[in-house]
């Protein structure tokens, strides 16, 4: 079936990234299968994540189907878009749908895109990987591409105004697949990805060709680099927080 959706979201948002003068660099594309199936695994630094890391997909025109929590399809304007693109509705009380869903779309060759940390890593850092990438990969015997995206967070995260002024850089860089054969140790795959991921991170922010502009600008840093974002156990410690007060939430 013909995508009627995705390719003029694609070229909207083009559009939108010409008239914001933004620098987007993408490598590693030639990691992405012309055809057949694959995991994209990113990391999660922005609400507008799925949008860039996609990126590394076009030169092989391919389109990513994103796992992305549920509560966007309800969304009048982004609901109907995401639909249309096929990405892959999660509900967190009732994984294991999703995930014969996204299973069932590797195995029709498409290319599924999964944020491990499940949510927004508020440290800029790695969280904690779920193991669900790994397993997907296994599942439908199809590689594990690890993928970071970098400079999304300085215009749309969590828990600071959206910023959308002009000549914002962005990276996308798609790393060599990993593969997860049957009956290998998912925690262990999960580690992998991770250490993988981590070592790209590091390699993407030392290239990053922009810099803070002054010592109000350094939020978007990580710490351990000298910038103002949370450590990742500070944020951790934020993400429970914020997880207790849902749960409160939920019960009134």
């Known amino acids: 079936m013909a995508d009627l959706v995705y390719p003029p979201v694609i070229g909207l948002c083009r559009t939108a ?5 933004m620098k987007i660099s993408v490598t590693g594309a030639e990691h ?3 055809t057949g199936a694959a995991v994209l695994a990113s990391n999660h630094v922005s609400y507008l994540d799925f949008i860039f890391a996609g990126l590394g997909a076009h030169p092989s025109r391919r389109y ?5 929590k549920d509560s966007i399809w309800r969304n009048p304007v982004a609901g109907p878009l995401m639909r249309g693109m096929k990405h892959i509705p999660v509900d967190r009380e009732a994984g294991a749908d999703s995930f014969r869903v996204a299973l069932d779309a590797l195995r029709a060759g498409e290319v599924v895109g999964i944020f491990p940390e499940a949510t927004i890593s508020r440290s800029f850092e790695l969280k904690e990987f779920k193991s669900g990438a790994a397993r997907l990969a296994q599942d439908a015997g199809v590689p594990l591409l690890p993928s970071i995206v970098w400079g999304t967070q300085r215009m749309m995260t969590k828990g600071r105004p959206r910023d959308f002024s002009r000549g914002k850089a962005v990276t996308v860089a798609v790393g060599t697949p990993i593969d997860v054969p049957k009956g290998a140790d998912l925690e262990a795959a999960a580690t992998t990805l ?13 290239r990053y060709p922009q810099s803070p502009s002054g010592p109000d600008d350094t939020w978007w840093m990580p710490s351990r680099l000298g910038g103002t974002a949370p450590t990742l156990a500070e ?11 849902r749960a409160k939430r939920a019960k009134n």
């Open 235 to 245: 944020a951790t410690r934020m993400d429970r927080l914020e997880a207790v007060e």
């Open 194 to 206: 991770h250490d993988c991921m981590r070592l790209m991170l590091d390699d993407v922010i030392a």
């Open 17 to 21: 990234f010409f008239a914001l003068g």
């Open 32 to 34: 992405i299968p012309r």
């Open 64 to 68: 990513v189907r994103f796992m992305a």
